[in-house]
């Protein structure tokens, strides 16, 4: 698998999280593709990174168009929130984001 996207949101100051969320899109006819792996991790410094989720999928070209949500609830402490999605073997192409949701503690996304 190939890294498409290596994002780290600054929030400025130690924060407490209480969930975070991802917006991919498909559409496979111009190679846009749902990532194969999506890793969402927090830091306090920007160096040493904390995971705390991992999801896999398998992609494919169906369905064509397509929206699809990562995320993850909880709550910790963090000044960084990093989000790296990866391409499938057989279909490399584009990975397309929206933005990236950090909310707080208690909250719904």
């Given at each position: 698998m190939r890294e498409r996207l290596d994002a780290v949101v600054?929030?400025?100051?130690?924060?407490?999280?209480g969930g975070i969320a991802v917006d991919f899109m498909q559409a496979?006819?111009?190679e846009v593709f749902l990532p194969a792996e999506v890793v969402i991790s927090v830091s306090?410094?920007?160096?040493?990174?904390?995971?705390l989720?991992?999801?896999a999928r398998e992609v494919s070209r169906e369905p064509a168009f397509a929206f699809d949500r990562c995320?993850?609830?909880g709550e910790t402490l963090a000044r960084y929130v990093?989000?790296?999605?990866?391409?499938?073997?057989?279909y490399g192409g584009w990975i397309f984001t929206d933005e990236i949701v950090v909310l707080p503690p208690n909250s719904r996304d």
């Open positions: 600054d929030l400025g100051e130690e924060t407490r999280i496979a006819g111009p306090s410094d920007g160096v040493g990174f904390t995971e989720k991992r999801a995320s993850w609830t990093r989000v790296r999605a990866k391409a499938g073997k057989k």
